[in-house]
């Protein structure tokens, strides 16, 4: 798939702008997202297992639903040419296959000497329920 990215200026980006992405999350992610980390836990990979486990089905890995936030940065806003300098990721709910994830981030800090960001960072199903909160650090260059 290709996408479009953005390539939006230090000096245009306000506070309080956001952006955001969605995808439907399928078996085959998980699987993908599995063997490409080699985070193999049965609670992602084994229904039978996960049955066990207070979900009582296959979860998608946390990070798998966090990476979305990363897309929105790089692609959307602040868009090409940004640099992650660091997150930080409170994981509130599960991800189930079949769930549709949004990936939102909004500006909440500007430090202009440096060209940094701060930005709220939020992933929702699609009930509207957060399954991750956070926040960014980013460097745009022009």
């Known amino acids: 798939m290709v996408k ?3 390539n939006i200026k230090f000096a245009d980006i306000k506070i309080g702008d956001k952006a955001s992405m969605s995808k439907t999350i399928t078996a085959h992610d998980v699987y993908t997202y599995a063997n490409l980390t ?3 836990n049965p609670l992602h990979t ?3 297992y996960a049955k066990t486990t207070v979900f009582k089905e296959p979860i998608a890995h946390g990070m798998l639903s ?3 936030i990363s897309a ?3 692609t959307v806003l602040p868009g090409a040419n940004t640099i992650y300098l660091g997150q930080e990721l409170s994981f509130k709910a ?3 296959i079949g769930d549709t994830v949004t990936a939102t981030v909004e500006v909440m800090e500007k430090i202009e000497g440096k060209s940094r960001l701060i ?3 939020t992933v929702t199903n699609q009930a509207g329920t957060v399954v991750i909160d956070g926040k960014a650090t980013v460097r745009k260059k022009d």
């Open 4 to 6: 479009m990215v953005r």
């Open 38 to 40: 080699g985070d193999l």
């Open 46 to 48: 084994d229904a039978d």
């Open 66 to 68: 966090a990476g979305f």
């Open 72 to 74: 929105v940065l790089g």
């Open 94 to 96: 599960p991800v189930k």
């Open 119 to 121: 930005l709220k960072t």
